[in-house]
């Protein structure tokens, strides 16, 4: 059963990189897109972008000038960096698979704040 | 951007009851409309794929119908484990959407 395991810093300063992985334990990055999702406090969704094994990645224009992916295939890993972050960043951030995404990491709570 | 508009915003139901959420489309997504249901404090969960193909293990009170701008979410027989609120998201042109959420309450 796939899993997937996110990881990276909960607190942020303005201006900072936010920067998380996304671990996909029990399966292969290759064959699907991987997506990154936040979900500010007592809000609702919000697609970031994704990513596939060849590196192939779509933004949402939103945040577009500010977002990077990468794939790692060798670890089975995929990643996000969100630069110069504000406290409008602040949220949980998922990672998940596919397009009707069927797999969810647990979430990590980004909190930016000075 | 395809703009997801869902309703009810909120709907308070008694068990037993039958439940429906609708999900509109801005523009036509075909079939790559899907749902989940996320509970306090947890990360979402996929109830149904491509507007009607249910996810394994989901329970059989979870359906989804439609295409082009329009979908249903239909919960047969509310049980209180149901309690949540619900998205439907396109993955049919970029960025994907979600719709606003659904918060479903059992009275």
């Known amino acids: 059963q796939v899993q997937l395991q996110q990881w990276g810093a909960g607190l942020l300063k303005p201006s900072e990189t936010l920067s998380l992985t996304c671990a996909v334990d029990g399966g292969s990055v290759s064959g699907y897109y991987w997506s990154w999702i936040r979900q500010p406090p007592g809000k609702g969704l919000e697609w970031i972008g994704e990513i596939n094994h060849t590196g192939s990645t779509n933004f949402n224009p939103s945040l577009k000038s500010r977002v990077s992916m990468s794939v790692d295939t060798s670890k089975n890993q995929f990643s996000l960096k969100l630069t110069s972050v504000t406290a409008a960043d602040t949220a949980v951030y998922y990672c998940a698979r596919g397009f009707g995404m069927d797999v969810w990491g647990k979430g990590t709570t980004v909190t930016v704040s000075s | 951007e395809i703009v997801l508009t869902q309703s009810p915003d909120f709907q308070s139901v008694t068990p037993k009851e039958k439940v429906t959420i609708t999900c509109r489309a801005s523009q036509s997504i075909g079939s790559s409309l899907h749902w989940y249901q996320q509970k306090p404090d947890q990360s979402p969960k996929l109830l149904i794929r491509y507007a009607s193909q249910s996810f394994s293990g989901v329970p059989s009170r979870f359906s989804g119908s439609g295409s082009g701008t329009d979908f249903t979410l239909t919960i047969n027989s509310l049980e209180t484990e149901d309690a949540a609120t619900y998205y439907c998201?396109?993955?049919?042109?970029?960025?994907?959407?979600f719709g606003q959420g659904t918060k479903v309450e059992i009275k």
């Open positions: 998201h396109q993955s049919s042109g970029l960025p994907r959407t």
